[in-house]
């Protein structure tokens, strides 16, 4: 790069994009981390860039998120541990990640996430660790409203269970 023209320092190279920052953050206790983006051509940048970086990425419809997940974990078995980090969620590193997950082993719940306000978590700290099966066992009937893992409503469609094709990822 050229020197700066005020001070005729070499200017710092860019910084990754915070997708990037987080992945490297989540792995650092050794986790496997896949990005679950969606197929939209708006989408092709990130993807690029993350495989660049490293990172093994999972595209599916930009309109279903709740598919991305499942599709993102076809080949888990039912008790294997999914990690949920959304993109404005950037802060956790990979030993808060541990901690949930053994928070979650030790429990008898498919699900342990944040419980906004009364949590006290900042915002950016969010995690939701939860099982495979209570993933796939979400009926669409069920998430009319706001569900569990924070999705966001979604139009009723089917009924049954959701089925799923994809890559793993925790």
């Not at 490297?24 to 993807?47: C, E, H, M, Q």
């Not at 993109?87 to 429990?107: E, F, H, K, Q």
């Amino acid at each position: 790069s050229p020197p700066c023209p005020a001070s005729g320092a070499t200017p710092p190279p860019p910084s990754p994009p915070s997708v990037v920052l987080s992945a490297k953050r989540a792995a650092n206790s050794g986790l496997a981390v896949l990005i679950a983006t969606s197929t939209d051509p708006s989408d092709d940048r990130l993807a690029e860039i993350v495989e660049a970086a490293g990172f093994p990425v999972m595209r599916g419809p930009l309109d279903d998120v709740l598919l991305r997940y499942v599709m993102a974990t076809d080949d888990l078995d039912e008790d294997d541990i999914v990690v949920r980090l959304t993109a404005d969620n950037v802060v956790p590193d990979g030993p808060y990640i541990d901690t949930m997950i053994a928070a979650l082993a030790r429990s008898d719940a498919p699900y342990l996430g944040p419980s906004h306000p009364a949590d006290g978590l900042p915002h950016g700290l969010s995690v939701e660790v939860f099982t495979a099966r209570a993933l796939r066992d979400l009926r669409i009937d069920d998430i009319e409203r706001p569900w569990p893992l924070g999705v966001g409503k979604r139009r009723r469609r089917r009924r049954g269970t959701l089925h799923s094709a994809g890559k793993q990822w925790r």
